[in-house]
């Protein structure tokens, strides 16, 4: 429990000098300034990750790295569906900062449900190990589908969304960073409260898979909330940091659906182990965030080389267009000089 509390204290310290320093005030956020927030909580977690294996052990410290990765992995997902609430609400480029740091909050706390839930079912039940794994390898399916189709739909409001939209009053106008103002002597809330709330619950809607992927790199609830607060409080920065990048990345459904797929057939593995006689192999650690680490490696390689490959593609197209079109003209040049000498 003092382990517990310290760390709920310590991450709230590190918020609201993430807030004050670089989220009070509304303006656009830079390349400088989101890459180097994006580094301090990356060394943040590298630290805690160390402080595990000094004060812990191997195995904490392990399991720690194998989940923060994944759900990094996982997160930088979130953000394509991010860019597309963004510019549903057409929220300002000033307050996005804004929405972004409330939103991942709100993500956190039900996560933290999530994790609880997830925690109390697994110990309390061995075969939640099956659901959990057949989940990941039917949503490791899902993505390499969905990529292969090149789906890219626009974001729609969910159940829950267009509930609170319809009976809540609210307003479509922006009142700076004001959540909820008095109008006509009645309270209304703005965009902001709207599109956090739409923010968060999204977020709760990826933890989906996000939460049983890390169950399957550790039981331990500490771990698994600690991986998962890290790799959520980088994201807002994550998100100005890469935002133009995440068009190149077009293999990034096939790497995430590897590691689902992979950590699904773990959860599998274990579960026999548990529940059967059967001796069964079980994957290590330190395995796991080998093959994480390794599909990241690969998918963002052939992903960038992917993307230079089609702008290399479209500029050689753009210059044949031109070509033609030039001798089209040329063309239809020589056609007029020749219809004059014969007049």
């Given at each position: 429990m003092t382990m517990w509390v310290l760390t709920v204290v310590g991450l709230c310290v590190l918020i609201a000098a993430d807030f004050f320093i670089g989220g009070r005030k509304p303006h656009e956020v830079s390349m400088k300034e989101a890459g180097t927030w994006s580094l301090v909580w990356i060394v943040l977690a590298v630290l805690f990750g160390i402080g595990l294996l000094i004060w812990g052990d191997g195995q904490a410290s392990a399991e720690f790295f194998a989940g923060y990765i994944t759900e990094k992995s996982l997160s930088v997902d979130n953000l394509f569906?991010?860019?597309?609430?963004?510019?549903?609400?057409?929220?300002?480029?000033?307050?996005?900062?804004?929405?972004?740091?409330?939103?991942?909050?709100?993500?956190?706390?039900?996560?933290?449900?999530?994790?609880?839930?997830?925690?109390?079912?697994?110990?309390?039940?061995?075969?939640?190990?099956?659901?959990?794994?057949?989940?990941?390898?039917?949503?490791?399916?899902?993505?390499?589908?969905?990529?292969?189709?090149?789906?890219?739909?626009?974001?729609?409001?969910?159940?829950?969304?267009?509930?609170?939209?319809?009976?809540?009053?609210?307003?479509?106008?922006?009142?700076?960073?004001?959540?909820?103002?008095?109008?006509?002597?009645?309270?209304?809330?703005?965009?902001?409260?709207?599109?956090?709330?739409?923010?968060?619950?999204?977020?709760?809607?990826?933890?989906?898979?996000?939460?049983?992927?890390?169950?399957?790199?550790?039981?331990?609830?500490?771990?698994?909330?600690?991986?998962?607060?890290?790799?959520?409080?980088?994201?807002?920065?994550?998100?100005?940091?890469?935002?133009?990048?995440?068009?190149?990345?077009?293999?990034?459904?096939?790497?995430?659906?590897?590691?689902?797929?992979?950590?699904?057939?773990?959860?599998?593995?274990?579960?026999l182990h548990e529940t059967t006689s059967l001796h069964v192999p079980e994957i290590t650690i330190p395995v796991s965030l080998g093959v994480i680490c390794g599909v990241l490696v690969i998918t963002t390689i052939t992903s960038l080389i992917a993307a230079k490959k089609a702008s290399q593609a479209g500029v050689e197209k753009d210059e044949r267009a031109g070509e033609d079109e030039t001798a089209g003209q040329d063309e239809a040049a020589r056609k007029d000089q020749e219809a004059d000498r014969r007049g």
């Amino acid at each position: 429990m003092t382990m517990w509390v310290l760390t709920v204290v310590g991450l709230c310290v590190l918020i609201a000098a993430d807030f004050f320093i670089g989220g009070r005030k509304p303006h656009e956020v830079s390349m400088k300034e989101a890459g180097t927030w994006s580094l301090v909580w990356i060394v943040l977690a590298v630290l805690f990750g160390i402080g595990l294996l000094i004060w812990g052990d191997g195995q904490a410290s392990a399991e720690f790295f194998a989940g923060y990765i994944t759900e990094k992995s996982l997160s930088v997902d979130n953000l394509f569906v991010f860019v597309l609430i963004m510019a549903k609400f057409s929220v300002p480029s000033i307050y996005q900062p804004r929405v972004l740091m409330i939103g991942v909050l709100i993500a956190l706390i039900l996560r933290a449900v999530f994790i609880a839930v997830g925690a109390a079912a697994i110990n309390a039940f061995a075969w939640v190990f099956f659901i959990f794994g057949a989940f990941l390898i039917w949503t490791a399916w899902k993505f390499i589908q969905e990529a292969r189709a090149g789906e890219q739909e626009d974001w729609e409001p969910g159940r829950v969304m267009q509930a609170i939209q319809r009976r809540v009053p609210s307003t479509d106008q922006w009142h700076g960073t004001k959540m909820i103002i008095r109008e006509n002597g009645k309270r209304i809330v703005t965009p902001m409260l709207i599109v956090m709330v739409a923010i968060g619950l999204t977020d709760v809607l990826f933890a989906v898979d996000s939460i049983p992927a890390i169950f399957g790199l550790t039981q331990d609830p500490y771990i698994v909330f600690t991986a998962n607060a890290f790799a959520l409080m980088g994201l807002r920065q994550l998100y100005f940091l890469i935002v133009g990048l995440l068009k190149k990345l077009v293999h990034l459904s096939y790497g995430l659906s590897v590691i689902l797929a992979f950590i699904g057939v773990k959860l599998v593995l274990h579960g026999l182990h548990e529940t059967t006689s059967l001796h069964v192999p079980e994957i290590t650690i330190p395995v796991s965030l080998g093959v994480i680490c390794g599909v990241l490696v690969i998918t963002t390689i052939t992903s960038l080389i992917a993307a230079k490959k089609a702008s290399q593609a479209g500029v050689e197209k753009d210059e044949r267009a031109g070509e033609d079109e030039t001798a089209g003209q040329d063309e239809a040049a020589r056609k007029d000089q020749e219809a004059d000498r014969r007049g």
